[in-house]
Structure formats: C-alpha cells, structure tokens
C-alpha cells in the first residue's frame, strides 16, 4: 500500500438541515465549523476555540 | 503500550489455521486463503489511513487506520462495501504505514494511533506487528464490535491502551435481525468486562431510528449495573447507509425526540457520558 492515501470523508446534509459526517478530518472539521461558528464542540473537534471560530466568521 | 516480542505475532499467526479468534470460532484454516465467516485471510487490507477528529474529543486527533473485512454483516454499516469484503482496499506496507502514524505522533499531529475496521481483531496477528512498531509510549486505541474471544484478547492484553467497544445491540433478536450475529449479547458482555478490567475502556453506542426501547435502554441498564464506572460515548449521527433501506425503519436518521429520550435514560441511569 502507498504511505500517500488520498484523505476522504463523508457529509450528509439532510432536509432538515442537520449535518452528519463520518471519517472527519481536520479539514472537514474546519468546512463545518465555518458552517455551524457557534458549535463549541465542533470549535474543538476543529482545534479551534469558539471565540476564534466566531472571530475568523467575522473577518471580513 | 507494551514492547512486543516477534513470537506474539508468529504465535498469533499458527493460530489461524484453526480460527476462534471469534465469537462466531469458525474453525477455518485462514493461513490457506481467505475464509470464514469474515471473509479474512492471513494479511489485512487497509482502506484508509489517515488524521481524523470525529471520535472522542480525549482520543482526537487520532490517525486512524481501517482494515477491511467484518465478522459481522450490520445492514446499516457506514462502511458496508469494505466491511462485508475483506478483499476490498489495498495490502498495507506495514513499516511504511507505522512510520507514518510515528511521524504523527511525534509532530504532534495526533494524541493516538486508532485501529478499526470492518473489525480490527479478526486480524490479530497483523495487529500484533504493527503494535510492535510503534514507541511505546504511543497511545493505542483499538475500536472493536466486541466480538472477540478469550484466545484472542489473551494475545491483545496489554497492547491496546484503550479499548473503544461499539455496543450495538441492546437484545439478541436485533442484532440477528440487523447484523446477522447470533448470541451478541453474552459475547459482548464477556469483552466488556475484560476490557474494563484490562485497558482504558470506551463504551460507544450509535443510536438507530426506532431502537431505544429495545436497544439503548438495555444496554444502559446493564452498564449501569455492571460497569457503573464505564465511560460511555453516544453517537447520534447515524444515517441510512449499505443496505439499511432493506431493513423497516432504519431508513432514516434518528429524531430530535429519540435524541432526547436517550440523553434522558442516559441520565436516569447515572451513565458516565463522554463527548
């Protein structure tokens, strides 16, 4: 097996507008933490802090 | 964890020509080709390798490494096609893939090394050398339906700091009916047990549409009663993946009321819950 495996994730947004996810990397944290700024644990998940996930959702 | 001699390996290897590494202790000489109910051989295949952070906030960031094949056939696996198919994947050059977790963890990229499936223990003998490879202050996590036997966990003793236990199935019948697994329950409580008394022990439990009754409430009763002390991880996320469509109810995710129903006997239990 190559040591380089190409990274890879699953999201289902459903109708009513929950996001479910598997095999979430850190990038993926980041996409939906952008999505859902308030969810602390997702803040943490994405090794971010809240204040900073809602600061960053701010910056212009 | 522990520093391994080669002769677990090669020890845990012979074994395999008669497997009961299992609940199902098929008996299948799997040193001959793939076999058995799992489908597995005497070498796994690796479908993926990478960092990830949706498990347990005290396990992330963890390189997770999944093996394919399965010794159970869950309708609503998440990741059917290289569960049910051991041959799915690729054959993993062992030493690179080691060198890779190591880098991780000495970068600081990761707090763990995490080894699923499919079921990571129907290839003990593959998890045995790749433990040995790693420092062992590494910290090694081993997900697992639970299914194993008292011969294999003697082999995994001291090798897996923590032991993460999905505890599916709340009764017999549902894990039959969903999973195809007869006598789930006593086999599940028998590594439960072990693990709690061997290893730092996760219970993790994904709630399914139309099964808190049958399922969760049980399975929280009966942690409550014999493992009080038990970290216990519930996962909601469940959604209708494989073959979940041909099984009633299961074609959908799981309601903000079911949600709350389950927090609730959590509670009413006094459930150690971890996030």
């Known amino acids: 097996m190559s040591s380089e495996v190409v990274e890879e994730s699953s999201i289902l947004i459903l109708g009513d507008g929950r996001i479910l996810a598997r095999n979430v990397t850190p ?13 602390a644990e997702l803040a943490l998940r994405a090794g971010t802090s809240i204040e900073k996930a809602t600061s960053s959702s701010n910056t212009p | ?42 070498v796994p295949r690796v479908f993926s390798a990478q960092i990830e952070v949706g498990d347990e906030l005290e396990l992330i960031p963890a390189f997770a490494i999944a093996l394919s094949g399965c010794n159970m056939r869950c309708a609503f696996c998440i990741t ?8 799915r994947g690729r054959n993993p050059d062992t030493a690179a893939l080691a060198a890779r977790a190591v880098h991780a963890i000495e970068s600081g990229a990761v707090k763990s090394v995490l080894i699923l499936g499919g079921e990571p223990t129907v290839h003990l003998p593959w ?36 032991w993460l236990v999905d505890f599916k199935f709340g009764s017999d019948v549902c894990a039959m009916e969903l999973s195809r697994t007869p006598g789930y329950r006593a086999a599940l409580e028998e590594t439960l047990v072990w693990a709690s008394e061997h290893a730092d022990l996760i219970v993790r439990h994904l709630l399914m549409p139309g099964h808190v009754e049958c399922c969760w409430k049980p ?23 494989w073959q979940a469509e041909r099984i009633a109810g299961l074609d959908r995710a799981i309601t903000s009321e079911e949600q709350a129903h389950t927090l609730a006997i959590a509670q009413r239990f006094g459930l150690h819950l971890i996030p």
């Not at chain 2, 059917?80 to 041959?87: F, K, L, M, P, R």
């Open chain 2, 219 to 241: 399975i929280a009763a009966w942690l409550a009663q014999q493992l009080p002390e038990a970290k216990v991880s519930l996962r909601f996320g469940y959604w209708p993946a």
């Open chain 2, 80 to 87: 059917g096609d290289e569960s049910w198919h051991a041959t």
């Open chain 2, 1 to 42: 964890m522990t520093a391994l001699a080669p002769t677990a390996r090669d020890a845990a290897l012979a074994t395999l020509g008669e497997c009961k590494v299992c609940a199902h202790r098929c008996g299948v000489n799997r040193l001959a080709g793939p076999a058995g109910l799992c489908g597995a051989g005497r």
């Open chain 1, 27 to 39: 990038a993926i944290a980041a996409v939906l933490l952008a999505l859902q700024p308030d969810n």
């Open chain 2, 127 to 162: 998890l045995l050398e790749f433990a040995g490879l790693l420092p062992a202050e590494a910290r090694l996590v081993l997900k697992t339906n639970g299914l194993s036997t008292a011969h294999a966990r003697e082999f995994l003793d001291g090798v897996f700091d923590v």
